[in-house]
């Protein structure tokens, strides 16, 4: 990821594991200030993946994994640290995936640092491949609509769905893209307006509901989003609001595509309905920038995700090709291979 600093432009993951330390960049404070969360044991961690410190489902798998690792280091109760650490995102299949492959790294003798760093690693080859992969799809002159944050804040560098899209004009393609505000935690303006500000990627902000009117004038050519979880079916849950999108899109004759890695497939849950959703707390809703935007005892609700049935989703964009929903059965073996290997990199 490419970062606009005092001293220049730098290349930086959005967390990564050094000297003890899991060291997060605080997308809380983004745009307004580029700062760092140094976490120092797993409830740091825990309190950074809970408190949005860190988002988007391949970088909490991530912070999963170099949490069950630094806790190791430091001889922790194991059993305990991945309860507490399971608990903090319940949607997030990559979460479970990070901790997962720890917990056999530690029951099959593998050093658990260096299974943790090359997952990691593995990871930001895998968003790369991603990348390349759908960048195929992006025509010169393409209108892409997108939502929530899936660039390289939420999967430690390139990104999911902003990975075709930086591919795409790396190589010269001219490009623009629309970009849902993303309420109630507004990551869509905070966090993806600032990644495509560093890339120099011409794009526009807008309010959620605006995203129907473009759809229908032919101002977008398509839709690319993330997810937090992939089920057996192709149903997949993402940032509360993509439903929405993905309904307006195939009424209008936009396709719609999703853009993850195989750790995101969940094998093991057979459609949408098995998703658990996350439920945040009500202030999120009622609040921006710490001030009340509705009446004094307004109630409100806050589901962090919905669920898009798989009907609605063109094809899913992953680093190992571009699979209708009706041909995910092939991702399988692909998906045991990864649970087997978690990559093993240089680690950083």
């Not at 902000?205 to 690319?224: K, P």
């Not at 049935?309 to 041909?327: D, L, R």
Request: hydrophobic share 40%; aromatic share 8%; charged share 25%.
């Amino acid at each position: 990821m490419k970062v606009i600093t005092k001293e220049g432009t730098k290349d930086i993951w959005a967390l990564w594991y050094e000297a003890g330390i899991v060291k997060f960049i605080d997308q809380r404070v983004l745009p307004e200030k580029l700062e760092f969360f140094n976490a120092k044991d797993y409830r740091d961690v825990a309190f950074a993946i809970k408190d949005m410190i860190v988002r988007g489902a391949p970088a909490i798998g991530a912070a999963g994994a170099l949490g069950m690792a630094q806790a190791y280091e430091q001889r922790r109760d194991m059993k305990e640290v991945a309860q507490v650490l399971r608990a903090t995102r319940p949607t997030a299949h990559d979460l479970f995936f990070g901790i997962s492959l720890v917990e056999n790294a530690i029951k099959t003798g593998e050093d658990p640092v260096k299974a943790a760093k090359g997952f990691v690693e593995d990871l930001v080859d895998r968003c790369r491949r991603i990348g390349e992969n759908g960048a195929k799809l992006i025509k010169d002159g393409t209108r892409i609509l997108t939502h929530c944050n899936a660039g390289a804040l939420a999967t430690v560098d390139y990104g999911t769905a902003l990975a075709p899209m930086r591919v795409a004009h790396r190589a010269g393609k001219e490009i623009f893209v629309f970009v849902d505000e993303t309420r109630p935690r507004l990551q869509g303006a905070k966090l993806t307006a600032w990644e495509l500000k560093q890339e120099g990627i011409p794009h526009a902000l807008i309010a959620d509901n605006a995203a129907g009117h473009f759809l229908s004038t032919g101002e977008v050519d398509m839709v690319i989003t993330g997810a937090d979880r992939i089920t057996a079916s192709g149903d997949f849950a993402n940032k509360i609001g993509t439903f929405e999108k993905a309904v307006v899109a195939k009424a209008c004759g936009v396709p719609f595509y999703v853009a993850a890695p195989i750790s995101t497939f969940d094998p093991n849950t057979k459609d949408g309905k098995g998703i658990p959703i996350e439920e945040r707390g009500q202030d999120e809703v009622l609040f921006v920038g710490g001030k009340a935007i509705a009446p004094e005892g307004t109630k409100a609700r806050n589901p962090a995700f919905d669920v898009t049935p798989h009907s609605y989703v063109k094809a899913f964009i992953t680093e190992a090709g571009i699979f209708k929903p009706s041909q995910l059965g092939k991702l399988d073996w692909m998906h045991k291979k990864h649970r087997k290997t978690g990559g093993r990199g240089r680690g950083r």
